[in-house]
């Protein structure tokens, strides 16, 4: 089984609309990240949470919300979707308890906005 | 191993061939760099990390080079195979203490056989 698992796997959906992407964890990991990855751009940092009672902006936080529901569960929110949000979303972990700064990333997402 | 607009460097070898991928990083203040892989339709995967107190390392088939005077940091895939075809990725912990990463834009490896 997957350590990282993200749903849905592929979304298309219409301007405006609010949408929510998955992330559960069975790595036991406290830090988890979202990433939005755009074609020669490489992976942006949106969000990322060092533990549940703590939530970080990343570079690109505008248009996106996050919750921490669970140290197992981050979820990506688009408040009210647009076209320049269609991208491919990746969630990935770390452990702080680690001397590296490793992260470990789910399967993606691909999101389309219409 | 920068990319330039929308299309992503790309580096073509021949299966046997050594391969030598280049990232230049951003932050001279940076203490940790790691190199993922990504194959299509999947998420990055780790391959080697280095810290800043060293200037070379070495994995399975793999070597990551890291010279600090001029900010930049290359990986090494010796006897290239077709399996190896891929976007490779560098980051750097550009926060020192933090986990947060920033990714560079890839360069793509295309193997033949």
């Known amino acids: 089984d997957a350590d990282v698992t993200q749903t849905p796997r592929n979304r298309i959906t219409k301007t405006g609309k609010r949408i929510m992407l998955e992330c559960s964890q069975t790595k036991g990991h406290d830090r988890m990240y979202w990433y939005r990855q755009d074609p020669g751009l490489g992976l942006r940092l949106i969000y990322y949470s060092f533990d549940v009672k703590d939530i970080n902006k990343g570079e690109i936080s505008d248009g996106y919300s996050v919750s921490r529901q669970a140290q197992a569960k981050f979820s990506l929110s688009l408040e009210s979707a647009i076209p320049n949000q269609t991208a491919l979303y990746f969630c990935?972990?770390?452990?702080?308890?680690?001397?590296?700064?490793?992260?470990?990333f789910g399967p993606g997402t691909r999101l389309t906005v219409t | 191993g920068e990319s330039v607009g929308l299309h992503l460097p790309t580096l073509s070898v021949q299966e046997g061939d050594n391969s030598i991928i280049n990232c230049a990083y951003s932050?001279?203040?940076?203490?940790?760099f790691i190199w993922y892989k990504q194959e299509s339709g999947k998420g990055p995967q780790f391959i080697i990390d280095?810290?800043?107190?060293?200037d070379k390392r070495q994995g399975q088939r793999v070597t990551v080079l890291l010279n600090k005077t001029v900010k930049h940091l290359s990986l090494q895939i010796a006897a290239t195979q077709p399996g190896d075809s891929a976007v490779y990725f560098c980051a750097e912990n550009a926060n020192s203490g933090y986990s947060t990463l920033t990714f560079g834009k890839g360069t793509m490896l295309l193997v033949s056989p």
């Open positions: 932050n001279s203040a940076s203490d940790y």
């Open positions: 280095i810290r800043s107190n060293m």
């Open positions: 990935a972990t770390s452990d702080s308890g680690r001397t590296n700064y490793e992260q470990y």
